[in-house]
T-cell receptor
């Protein structure tokens, strides 16, 4: 158990819909990272937050947005869903310091039909 | 910029065979290096890490040495088991870029009895 909790574990929805994925980081971790893992594109970095502020952006579509709340949990919002958005979405958290590792949640598997 | 290149898969080995998965990196500063493992249906777990040149990370019989002169962090195991079947990701984090993590594309390993 990494200490990072993601919900829901599985989600099936239709094209055009909107979903919200939730992540609770490890206790005390201020940094949250979101990744998308699809079969053909490996692990793609989406966005990073640190203590409520956006720290870095990767290949995140304009249809996607995220935020980190004062209690440090984070949500990833995916809207106007397309078939190609079907993927595993991982959240990871990290403690402060330059040499620490990421701790990953078990992921949310999104299927868009 | 920063990047990680790892050996293409899939790799299939017989039980008790020797494993090497190559990983090379490009970094602007002094990164930390990581190997993560993803078992079927699970999130990524840290396998081992090294935070400075010539450090050797080791865990569960796996080893990797941080070689600055060859910018490499190859993963090795002397005798693989069926339970080692998984996808392995090499990664680096660079404090010069706000602790961004850069992942390789992953190498799928299957160990057959």
């Amino acid at each position: 158990d990494s200490g990072v909790t993601q919900t829901p574990k599985h989600l099936i929805t239709a094209t055009g819909q909107r979903v919200t994925l939730r992540c609770s980081p490890r206790s005390g971790d201020l940094s949250v990272y979101w990744y998308q893992q699809s079969l053909d594109q490996g692990l793609q970095f989406l966005i990073q937050y640190y203590n409520g502020e956006e720290r870095a952006k990767g290949n995140i579509l304009e249809r996607f947005s995220a935020q980190q709340f004062p209690d440090l949990h984070s949500e990833l919002n995916l809207s106007s869903l397309e078939l190609g958005d079907s993927a595993l979405y991982f959240c990871a958290s990290k403690s402060d310091g330059d040499t620490g590792e990421l701790f990953f949640g078990e992921g949310s598997r999104l299927t868009v039909l | 910029g920063n990047s990680v290149t790892q050996m293409e898969g899939p790799v299939t080995l017989s039980e008790e065979a020797f494993l090497t998965i190559n990983c090379t990196y490009t970094a602007t500063g002094y990164p930390s290096l990581f190997w993560y493992v993803q078992y079927p249906g699970e999130g990524l777990q840290l396998l081992l890490k090294a935070t400075k040149a010539d450090d050797k990370g080791s865990n569960k019989g796996f080893e990797a040495t941080y070689r600055k002169e060859t910018t490499s962090f190859h993963l090795e195991k002397g005798s693989v088991q069926v339970s080692d079947s998984a996808v392995y990701f090499c990664a680096l984090s660079d404090p010069n870029t706000g602790n961004q993590f850069y992942f390789g594309t992953g190498t799928s390993l299957t160990v057959i009895p």
